[in-house]
């Protein structure tokens, strides 16, 4: 019997099973749909990030 790499998801940690698609990213595996919507999470992040900076840079006119 071989070893057998770690086939769980890492973002929900349950096991993939040999029929789910699986994404592997930075050497990480995902559940496709995991791994969709983790790119949607890290997309809002960075969106709330962007809008957050945004409303600082306008609540601080610039003054010279
Ligand atoms: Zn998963």
Do not use: G, W
């Not at 769980?8 to 349950?14: K, P, V, W």
């Not at 790119?39 to 003054?63: H, I, Q, T, Y």
Request: hydrophobic letters at 40%.
């Amino acid at each position: 019997m071989r070893f057998e790499p770690d086939r769980r998801c890492a973002r929900c940690r349950l096991r993939i099973a040999p029929y789910d698609v699986r994404t592997v990213y930075n050497k990480v595996t995902y559940h496709q749909h995991c791994f969709l919507l983790l790119v949607r999470e890290e997309a809002d992040k960075d969106k709330a990030r962007r809008a957050e900076a945004e409303l600082a840079a306008s609540a601080r006119p610039m003054s010279a």
